[in-house]
């Protein structure tokens, strides 16, 4: 995306958030200040508080008044919906994008996606940690660090909580399907000290044996030589296709196993 | 009055009408967040000392200001602090087609939205506030943008992201 672009999306969003959010409100220091001034362990009746606990009262009362002796809830968790199994993706079908911009932060770094796009036939799915690394010229970038974002704990197996019908696989729609399914990664780039003499390619290699070379168009401002380059890799966003109705295909058995993420 | 009650008042000043607006999204209601406001400021100026100085003072001061949010809520802690609010528009008729744009995104994504677009912190600040990494401040913001762009029929950003995607 072009800078102006996403600039020009951001004062959009921005104006209308604040012009649909805008009301004055009153300013009142000296309110601050008292409260600052008095001990810090008493709880402060605002007016809303005491609207609040009022309020509270005056249902706990009713609800006491009005006592059935049913349990008025009864928290029962969803049936576990079997996960879909759609086939792994063959290596020559998966291709990919890569994708650099600069975001406004006082914390120098790069943020990007990766694009995965399914050449296939049908409608795949991804499984385990992709491998990677940077060529310069071809040749590994040593000085690199590879790895998730904290909250991450696999690149190809979307978070059970987000994503209930899917809870082991990440989907890639074919390159026919509209953009919202396709498959992206997201990741962040910071501290490239390296002289980028020659062309500079993000190496992927999915555990499915696709292995991606996406040239690299833009590089991290360099923060301390001392330190390496880091790369922290987000988890894959899946397509949201439909769940799988046939039973497990053939091919999802000779997937490779779990690779660790690594340089 | 010391300096960095100064600074506080000072941030008060210039930035009250952001963190009302801002917090107002975040916990869905004016007069809370008008609350919230004034109890971070207060707490602020109670621990001043605290501040480093290793960061921009309003973005430690939202720091408190989302821990206030948190606290006030009168619920049980059961969640992470930047899942633990579900954001919204409190008057959804300002603004009927962005408030339904909004409601499609997760939680977390609308509170990164909130503190991206109406306080106006940069991803750095948003990463400390909602104890996330920069990068993933970076693809929430990615993913909102482009469901925002795709829910309020901005074009261009579409047409960039297919371009972005067939390179």
Known sequence: MKRHETDKLDRLLSSRLKNALGEDGRADWPDVCGRAGTSRALWRWSRRRVLVVAGVLVLIAGAAGASTGIIPWLKTEPAQTPPPVYPICAANDVTGALYLHEVPSSRPGLSGEITLLNKGEANCALQGDPKVSLLDDGVNVANLQVGLFPEVKSVFTPDSKKYSYLASQTLIGRVTEPLEQKSWIYLWWENWCGQNSGKLDLRLEIPNGTTLELPVTKVPSCVDSAKPSLLSLDQAQGAHLPPAESPPFARRSSQTGRESLSR | ?167
Not at chain 2, 100 to 127: C, G, M
Request: glycine content about 4%.
């Open chain 2, 1 to 167: 009055m010391d300096r960095q009650t100064r600074a506080i008042e000072d941030v008060y000043a210039r930035r009250y009408q952001g963190f009302r607006s801002a917090l107002a999204g975040i916990v869905g209601d004016y007069e809370l967040a008008h609350d919230v406001v004034q109890e971070s400021f207060a707490r602020a100026l109670t621990s001043r000392n605290d501040y480093r100085g290793d960061g921009a003072l309003e973005a430690w001061i939202w720091t408190i200001a989302l821990r206030t949010a948190f606290e006030m809520r009168g619920r049980p802690i059961e969640q992470e602090l930047v899942d633990a609010f579900e954001p919204e528009l409190p008057r959804p008729d300002r603004d009927e087609e962005l408030a339904t744009a909004l409601r499609v995104l997760s939680p977390r994504r609308r509170l990164v939205v909130f503190l991206r677009y109406v306080a106006d912190l940069d991803y750095a600040e948003i990463a400390r506030v909602c104890e996330i990494s920069d990068g993933t401040v970076a693809a929430t913001l990615a993913q909102a943008k482009a469901a925002l762009a795709s829910s309020l029929g901005n074009s261009d950003r579409l047409q960039e992201l297919r371009e972005a995607a067939e390179r």
